[in-house]
């Protein structure tokens, strides 16, 4: 779990040839790798079972999410994910302002878009129980509240050690290895929109 | 007092409470209409006391101080409190800590996964007390299937971890000369999930046998949770299910963190082609785990999703079976299950390839035949056991037109396997073989997993297996790769490490007595079991007809003989622990990293970091590079290479 | 005794278990139907992979002996009392034999593909005109046929003519099964919601059993119904007594448990005898 990474690493006590930010980077690619492998499974369950185009998979008379809501909370993920990398390359060329306002933006677009979705889902037009569109829907919107859960909580850190300063043009170290956590978690309702949504179900 | 807390004591505790709070109440303020008067768990009661369990341990270990102090951006750890928290000074007390010592982990890893090993070695003898005779006498049939699924479900999980967990840990940092892995507390996460996710596991027969009535409670699946049937079974299957996601979530964690450590820890001057074999295998293993481990933890989610919340991946709405709207697909789940289900076995076995290799090498006291062979060997089943799943689909119906494909991709994979085998025979060619006890079960090895490799040939053909699949032919054939092929280099391997990691020695006369007590138990009641495979008795069944009785019998006479000799290396392991003879730096005169470090190992393993200048297998007496060796060598042994 | 001749040894010693082997599997492998190690061979399926089944034990006789006897001669051979004082040669490799072992390898799969793939191939032959078909329903824990040539005559016990082909259309309907008839070599899953296929001709009259080869539930184990495979006319009055409506429905074991005994010896007979609707 990403939360248990060091974000910065302690002085190499022996004069150790580790290198501390390549190994966060490595190792948070690793993580997102296996979760993109895990959404990937997540997403074979849809197409297997939209092939196969059972009565189950759309039942009649079952209603579409209101494709607004959906498209609006999706624009907020990936404009948070937008600031996130502009407050990183701000970093990097040496502006504390960028980072900070950056990710503080980010933040709260993330934390918006989680209660959209959280609220949003208390009003769906269908329960798990009706056919494997809805069942499907539901457990890719939820794997998508739990990526944003993990991903508040990374936010609201790196805003706060961001305030305090503790980063610069060359102690990055823990913010690219989040940023792929977080464009990761950007890129998720993009896909699971254009699946469920953009590409109509009942068709 | 403040020793206890933070610890796994304390962890235990609130863990308890938190189960308790989780399972009765919080679920009667979500409205699921589960009293809170009185033991009444119904599924999303028993999962929510899941979560409850979960957080309340990882708060008893302190696993959630780093996150927190690093959220409110505290100073960060010095040097002398990460010794601190790597258990520095705390004695014994670093055991039962959340503690972030490689070596502390390991051994903790050491330990469980024999706990399991033993708990899943009971649910054989129980199935091998059922079928001694026909007749299902000892147990009612669901319950059966209940012991079935959880003795290979148990079994599974034991021999994924057997080798990252404690010799991934242990050994494989000091092996590449590093002061630790590269995240120290995801690691000691990675073993504190497994805690809970096996306590969880094991609630499987205590609801589903003891607490919810009684024989159609339990889980009557089998390992394989085929999703239509897991959807439709007792009670038992959600804790299964639960348990089994957070080992998936902890292997997932240890696999991500030995891929970094193995990539960006190694030490000044150790090259990719200096690494030392078990070093390969597991990593190799490590990134199975990490691509393979997703798709079954789908698939156990939605199995959850399925029974609880009636969504409809599994469900198909036929006759009078419909619960959701159906919709589901059977063969999804096959697909899922067996997308992670055959990578799995290849993750099992690498390490041991690995481990095997690098034992022959040391007591056979010659340099490794074929380096770079071997490495291909490895590396080319790491790729193509993702291309093989569908061999299990031979007979489910699904795509017949790409049966085809399969049976050539699982053919093939005989040839990296067998790389491995020259590698091996190379090697012990013309050595002078040290018999110990770790080189006996290294070298048994080599029988066993040729016998599961070469009847593997017979199930990878389509119209072969039509008539083997589901049979007891398969269940002969896994065990002898599995038990004779991973679980005999594990033995190999806590004989060859155990002196490192404990600093005791283990009895090599108790050793001998168990190497032989394997052997014999092993073979002969899996030989027996290809035979009723090939009569054609099938797999998990309580009760058979007549004519496979007298190979039953066999079965399971010497199956008991399997397990009395592991009872022998459990009292050696532990009475040679307590009182073993002590062990040396080097008792092997092995010449990798680990042991050139001083037992017991030091906290940070190296006083200075290590920078190699050679691979590790370095044995031999020089022979001429290039130039046939003189007569008295032994002939035109040939060329060196490499 | 120097390389070369370590190595005649063990070629030798090779060979003569290999052709010792090979003699025997090639006695042995005709009998084993007649004593029971095999399934009985009761149709033309079964015929072909009993053929396939003894090719493929002929081909890793020698894979199997070479392996095992060079360990096992190194290990008697090179084998050091206690700890070595010196070390082997060092030897890290030999590019001829590792060529010469993955040309080998490469050269046996590639036949054991192509062999399997033919073999796959005939059987998949094309239905004949005269097909039987019979609809099989997996339910826990029993089988259900019908015969729609036959306006759709149903029964829990199979019977089926001699010499005419078979196809099954297999379905269930609740959790997956497997349709096995050990005798014929046929086994096909079945599948809720989808029908899988499979085809055979029966080849021997005789009585045999369906078997369920996917845990299904509670009482797999029990999941196991006779099979008759009769003459044509024998066949002919089985359809005409279903079609009067003859034939009783076995009880699954979910609700009549009474055929569920203990005894191995009556269970057997209960299952092939009286149990028989």
């Known amino acids: 779990m990403a939360t248990s990474i060091p974000a910065s690493g302690h002085a190499a006590p022996h004069g150790d040839s580790v290198d501390h930010d390549l190994k966060l980077r490595r190792g948070m690619l690793f993580y997102v790798l296996t979760d993109v492998i895990f959404v990937i499974f997540l997403l074979t369950t849809y197409v297997w079972l939209r092939a196969f185009h059972g009565d189950g998979w759309f039942p009649q008379g079952t209603k579409l999410p209101d494709q607004q809501t959906v498209y609006i909370l999706t624009g907020l993920c990936v404009l948070s994910g937008i600031f996130y990398f502009i407050g990183f390359m701000g970093i990097r060329n040496g502006s504390q302002a960028t980072l900070t306002i950056c990710m503080a933006v980010a933040t709260v677009l993330a934390i918006a878009a989680l209660s959209g979705q959280i609220r949003f889902m208390g009003h769906l037009p269908f329960t798990t129980g009706d056919g494997s569109y809805a069942s499907t829907y539901i457990m890719l919107s939820g794997y998508h509240i739990y990526h944003m859960l993990l991903g508040t909580f990374l936010g609201i850190g790196v805003t706060n050690r961001a305030l305090r300063g503790r980063y610069s043009s060359d102690r990055t170290s823990g913010l690219s290895a989040i940023g792929y956590y977080w464009y990761w978690m950007a890129l998720t309702p993009v896909l699971v929109t254009l699946m469920m949504l953009v590409l109509p179900p009942n068709s | 007092m403040r020793k206890l807390v933070p610890s796994y004591f304390a962890g235990a505790v609130l863990g308890a409470i938190g189960f308790f709070l989780g399972s009765q109440y919080v679920t009667h303020f979500i409205g699921a209409g ?45 040097h002398e409190e990460e010794m601190r928290l790597a258990g520095k000074d705390a004695g014994v007390m670093r055991y039962f800590r959340f503690t972030t010592d490689h070596k502390v982990v390991g051994i903790q890893y050491l330990v469980v996964t024999m706990l399991m090993l033993a708990l899943g070695g009971l649910g054989a003898m129980l199935i091998r007390t059922e079928l001694i005779t026909p007749g299902a006498k000892a147990f009612p049939t669901g319950t059966y299937n209940t012991i079935v699924s959880m ?23 000091i092996m590449i000369g590093a002061r630790d892995m590269a995240f120290p507390r995801l690691n000691a996460l990675s073993f504190a999930l497994l805690f809970p996710g096996l306590v969880i596991f094991m609630m499987t027969p205590i609801f589903g046998l003891i607490i919810m009535n009684g024989d159609g409670g339990g889980v009557q699946t089998g390992w394989t949770v085929y999703g239509t049937l897991a959807d439709q079974t007792g009670i038992g299957m959600t804790p299964l299910a639960a348990g089994v996601l957070l080992i998936g979530a902890s292997s997932i964690m240890g696999a991500v963190n030995l891929v970094t450590t193995v990539i960006t820890m190694r030490a000044p001057g150790m090259t990719w082609t200096r690494l030392p074999m078990t070093v390969w295998g597991i990593f190799g293993a490590a990134l199975l785990a990490a691509i393979g481990t997703g798709a079954f933890s789908a698939d156990l989610l939605l199995i959850l999703l399925d029974r609880i919340y009636k969504t409809s991946f599994f469900y198909v709405a036929t006759g009078g079976n419909a619960v959701g709207a159906g919709g589901g697909s059977s063969w999804l789940s096959q697909n899922l299950f067996w997308f992670f289900g055959h990578p799995e076995v290849y993750l099992i076995v690498l390490p041991a390839f690995g481990i095997v290799i690098d034992i022959l090498v040391v007591f056979g006291r010659k340099p490794l035949f074929g380096y770079k062979m071997a490495v291909l060997g490895i590396m080319g089943v790491v790729v ?37 085998f020259l590698v091996v025979l190379g090697t012990l060619w013309r050595g002078r073989l040290w018999m110990t006890t770790a080189m006996l079960f290294a070298m048994s090895f080599i029988w066993n997993f040729l016998i599961g490799g070469l009847t593997g040939v017979f199930l990878s053909d389509v119209p072969a297996d039509v008539q083997l699949h589901g049979g007891m032919f398969v269940t002969a054939h896994f065990h002898y790769t599995i038990v004779g092929g991973a679980l005999m280099g594990f033995f190999a391997a806590v004989y060859f490490w155990f002196p490192k990691m404990t600093g005791r020695m283990l009895d090599e006369r108790l050793g001998k007595i168990h190497f032989w007590g394997t052997q014999i138990g092993f073979n002969v009641a899996f030989l027996a079991m290809f035979y009723v495979g090939l009569q054609g008795m099938p797999r998990r069944v309580a009760d058979y007809a007549p004519i496979f009785a007298p190979a039953n019998f066999v079965i399971s006479i010497f199956a008991f003989i399997l397990a009395a000799s ?10 040679s622990w307590v009182a073993g003879e002590k062990a040396v730096a080097n008792p092997w005169g092995a010449k990798s990293l680990e042991w050139l470090v001083p037992t017991p190992v030091p906290l940070e393993n190296f006083e200075e970091i290590p920078v190699v200048a050679s691979g590790p297998y370095d044995y031999g007496e020089p022979v001429d590079s290039g130039k046939p060796i003189p007569a008295a060598g032994g002939g035109s042994a040939g060329q060196v290479a490499g | 005794m120097n390389e070369p001749q370590h190595l005649r040894r063990a070629a030798l010693i090779w060979l003569v278990l290999t052709v010792v082997s090979l003699v025997a599997a090639w006695i042995i492998g005709p009998q084993l139907a007649s004593w029971g190690s095999i399934p009985p061979v009761a149709s033309n399926r079964a015929e072909d992979v009993d053929k396939l089944l003894g090719i493929f034990t002929l081909l890793s006789i020698p894979v199997f002996w070479l392996v095992v006897v060079f360990a096992g001669y190194a290990a008697f051979t090179f084998k050091s009392d206690g700890r070595p004082d010196r070390d082997g040669p060092g030897i890290r490799g030999h590019m001829p034999t590792q060529v010469t072992w993955v040309i080998v390898s490469v050269i046996l799969v590639s036949f054991l593909f192509g062999y399997g793939l033919y073999a796959y191939n005939s059987l998949q032959s094309a239905s004949a005109a005269n097909t039987l078909v019979v609809h099989v329903n997996g339910e826990q824990w029993l089988w259900n046929y019908s015969f729609p040539q036959y306006g759709n005559a149903s029964s829990t016990t199979l019977e089926l003519p001699v010499n005419r082909p078979v196809r099954f259309d297999i379905t269930s309907t609740d959790v997956q099964h497997s349709f096995w008839v050990p005798a014929m070599d046929v086994k096909q899953d079945a599948v809720p919601g989808v029908t899988t296929h499979i085809s055979a001709t029966p080849t021997q009259i005789g009585s045999y059993e369906v078997r369920c080869a996917e845990l299904c539930g509670v009482y797999h184990s029990y999941m196991e119904t006779p099979l008759l495979i009769v003459s044509e006319s024998d066949f002919e009055s089985y359809i005409a007594t279903l079609q009067s409506g003859g034939s009783a429905r076995i009880a699954s074991p979910a609700n009549a448990l009474a055929w569920m005994v203990p005894d191995a010896d009556s269970r057997a007979s209960s299952i092939r005898e009286g149990w028989v609707a």
């Open chain 2, 34 to 78: 589960n009293a809170p008067d009185g033991p009444n768990f119904d599924q999303q009661g028993l999962v929510i006391g899941f979560i409850g369990l979960l957080f309340g341990w990882l708060l008893g270990i302190g696993a959630f101080k780093y996150p927190f102090s690093w959220l409110l951006a505290m100073k960060d750890p010095d």
């Open chain 2, 151 to 173: 003795h290979g479900m148990l079994m599974i999980l034991t021999t994924i971890s057997f080798f990252i967990g404690p010799f991934g840990n242990f050994v494989v940092p």
């Open chain 2, 384 to 420: 193509l056991s993702f291309l093989v799943w569908a061999h299990h689909e031979f007979v489910s119906g699904w795509a017949p037109e790409i049966r085809p494909f399969y049976m050539a991709t699982t053919e093939m994979i005989s040839i990296p396997t067998g790389l491995v």
């Open chain 2, 566 to 575: 592991i009872l022998v290396f459990f009292y050696n392991v532990i009475a």
